[in-house]
């Protein structure tokens, strides 16, 4: 009775223990970080800072790198520093716009106290 190994009765296999689902991790902070991102092309860019600390101590924790949380920080500051650059520029020339109408109002009053004597000599 030599047969061959390949006609053998195979003996029912045990079966195997399910393999546990691979679950995907989310990285937690990735939702504070877009919204991060886009307070700050909104205009609320100081939110936008907060929101993006937040997101990458969130991301930090769960061992993601926080990427969005540094895009969302970055882009804030960024945002804040040209709002300052902006409004100090405006208000540098508001300042000299409001002292040059101040000279040539003095200038002009003091003009019209000369034309009054000349006219009315005392």
């Known amino acids: 009775?030599?047969?061959?190994?390949?006609?053998?009765?195979?003996?029912?296999?045990?079966?195997?223990?399910?393999?546990?689902?691979?679950v995907q991790r989310e990285d937690p902070g990735k939702t504070l970080g877009i919204v991060s991102i886009v307070l700050d092309f909104?205009?609320?860019?100081?939110?936008?800072?907060?929101?993006?600390?937040?997101?990458?101590?969130?991301?930090?924790?769960?061992?993601?790198?926080?990427?969005?949380?540094?895009?969302?920080?970055?882009?804030?500051?960024?945002?804040?520093?040209l709002n300052i650059v902006i409004l100090g520029a405006i208000s540098i020339v508001a300042y000299n716009g409001i002292q040059e109408r101040t000279l040539e109002s003095q200038r002009q009053s003091e003009q019209n106290q000369l034309e009054k004597q000349q006219l009315n000599p005392l």
């Not at 047969?3 to 079966?15: F, M, T």
């Not at 930090?60 to 790198?65: H, N, R, S, V």
């Open 42 to 81: 909104v205009g609320f860019a100081l939110i936008g800072i907060v929101l993006g600390v937040m997101s990458k101590k969130k991301s930090k924790e769960a061992g993601f790198d926080g990427s969005l949380g540094n895009i969302g920080m970055i882009i804030g500051i960024v945002f804040v520093v």
């Open 1 to 22: 009775m030599n047969q061959d190994p390949q006609q053998q009765p195979q003996q029912p296999s045990q079966p195997q223990p399910a393999a546990a689902p691979q």
